[in-house]
């Protein structure tokens, strides 16, 4: 069965850091683009970072960008959020997801429960 | 950034049928293809519905889409208390780097 699943979340004080894992099992993270969003409380969903597969290239919100690094584990077939220098707005439910070419256009197939940052003094 | 908007809630009774929108701009829906997802929280969000109107294999056909200028609909037919969830839509272009939108996302009470 294909499944994600994501940890690391927890409570963390303004600028520090906090990494996210979205481990993977019944597919390759290295086949597949890969993105992360989150979910403010009481707000919508928000695109943070996409990876490509092949290239492993990496592309982020600009709400994030310099402070967020996505990268992957090929050996633990995992992706990782590497989160730095957060802000309290930072602070939200982060899913990882699978996206998919359904020609002609992307979406997510794939999805973890989540895992929950929580950016407070 | 342009968005998707939802109802925040709808219910019906069991066996019913109840429709959840979805409306967006000529920026967002228009010109881009519509997907919706439906999500227990604490468990992961589960693709029903994609390029606006088609099925992933393992959904009922209790479940469909449309699409219409600048607003989608999710139509539930046959409705049963294990649907009481929470339903979102998004968008996303051909490019995946530039990002999408996703709706504010509706609970759906089945009375």
């Known amino acids: 069965e294909e499944q994600l699943v994501e940890s690391g979340g927890g409570l963390i004080q303004p600028g520090g850091s906090l990494r996210l894992s979205c481990a993977a099992s019944g597919f390759l993270v290295s086949s597949e683009y890969m993105i992360w969003v989150r979910q403010p409380p009481g707000k919508r969903l928000e695109w943070v970072a996409t990876m490509y597969s092949v290239s492993g290239s990496t592309k982020y919100a600009d709400s994030v960008k310099g402070r967020f690094t996505f990268f992957r584990d090929n050996p633990k077939n995992s992706v990782i959020l590497q989160m730095n220098s957060l802000r309290v707005e930072d602070s939200a439910v982060y899913h990882c997801?699978?996206?998919?070419?359904?020609?002609?256009?992307?979406?997510?197939?794939?999805w973890g429960r989540g895992t929950l940052v929580t950016v407070s003094s | 950034q342009s968005v998707l908007t939802q109802p925040p809630s709808v219910s019906a009774a069991p066996g019913q049928k109840v429709t959840i929108s979805c409306s967006g701009t000529s920026s967002n829906i228009d010109h881009n293809y519509i997907s919706w997802y439906q999500y227990f929280p604490g468990s992961a969000p589960k693709l029903l519905i994609y390029g606006n109107d088609k099925r992933p294999s393992g959904i009922p056909d209790r479940f469909s889409g449309s699409k219409s200028g600048t607003s989608a609909t999710l139509v539930i037919t046959g409705l049963q208390t294990g649907d009481e969830a929470h339903y979102f839509c998004g968008t996303w272009s051909s490019d995946l780097t530039v990002g999408g939108v996703f709706g504010g996302g509706t609970q759906l009470t089945v009375l």
């Open positions: 997801a699978r996206a998919k070419w359904f020609n002609p256009h992307w979406s997510f197939d794939l």
